[in-house]
């Protein structure tokens, strides 16, 4: 299995390094080959150079297309080159390598889910403490996932995700931008896609600076509603990719 890990990066040089050291460090799975390629999202500090000194692979976006765009991008690279699956992993540190395994174990016991969500909120997996102020959206988002898409999710922001062919497609062709991770979620049930989610662990971002403010969480909630609603009627028009199981959660 050919699996590429994506790395979103806007001016990232703070965390990267440590980020790609520890992938490098990580034990080889039998049977899984993988690949990293960060995404430098039009930075304007060190983060390409510093992407390139630890070996990596470097999508260099001509300017800044913000974190739905430079996702997208690599996910067109992933199916373009025929990767089995690819997992979208912060650049700011945030989602431990070390819990990749846990992503790819429903992939590799023959489950094969479609895209599968690594949920800091489940079984106590992890010791991540957000803000009251994101917990509140993250459990309105639930709710209204739940209930346009019928899709229960614990963690409908989590970037740190696995896409399988079936969802490479999909979103090789469409992928929201903005603040893109629970529209797509509501994309993905609206195509039949089997999305489940696992426990993993977060942690603090290593290092640079949060793009989120107060005033950016109150856009945030109006904006990604009404596009939560829209994406899942939009994509239910179309024609579904193929039969596949009902998501499960
Ligand atoms: N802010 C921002 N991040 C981007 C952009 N393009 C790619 N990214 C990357 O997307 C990932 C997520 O962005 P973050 O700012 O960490 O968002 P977050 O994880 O929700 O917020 P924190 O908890 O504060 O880290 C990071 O790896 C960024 O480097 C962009 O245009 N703006
Ligand atoms: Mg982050």
Redesign the pocket.
């Known amino acids: 299995m050919r699996l590429l890990l994506i790395?979103?990066?806007?001016?990232?040089q703070a965390s990267l390094g440590g980020l790609l050291a520890e992938i490098k460090a990580l034990p080889t799975q039998a049977g899984v080959q993988i690949e990293a390629v960060v995404?430098d999202?039009?930075s304007s500090d060190r983060t390409q150079e510093v992407a390139r000194a630890h070996g990596a692979r470097v999508l260099r976006l001509c300017r800044?297309?913000?974190?739905g765009?430079?996702v997208q991008a690599g996910i067109q690279l992933a199916h373009r080159e025929g990767f089995d699956a690819a997992v979208q992993m912060?650049?700011?540190g945030?989602h431990p390598p070390a819990e990749l395994q846990k992503l790819l174990a429903p992939v590799t016991g023959g489950d094969a889910p479609d895209l599968v969500v690594g949920t800091r909120y489940r079984d106590g997996a992890s010791q991540f403490r957000s803000t009251m102020l994101r917990r509140l959206g993250s459990a309105w988002l639930r709710g209204i996932l739940r209930l346009v898409t019928r899709l229960r999710i614990s963690d409908p922001?989590s970037?740190f995700r696995l896409y399988g062919a079936r969802a490479l497609r999909l979103f090789s062709d469409t992928y929201p931008y903005d603040f893109p991770e629970p529209e797509s979620l509501a994309m993905a049930r609206a195509a039949g896609l089997a999305v489940i989610e696992v426990p993993i662990a977060m942690r603090?971002?290593q290092g640079?600076?949060?793009?989120?403010s107060g005033y950016t969480s109150i856009y945030y909630m109006f904006k990604v509603t009404v596009a939560v609603v829209l994406a899942y009627l939009r994509t239910n028009r179309r024609a579904r990719p193929d039969e596949a199981p009902d998501a499960v959660a």
């Not at 790395?7 to 990232?12: D, M, Q, R, Y």
């Not at 800044?64 to 974190?67: Q, R, S, W």
């Open positions: 790395i979103p990066a806007f001016n990232e995404v999202d039009g800044n297309l913000g974190i765009g430079a912060d650049g700011d945030q922001t970037g603090e971002r640079g600076q949060s793009s989120i």
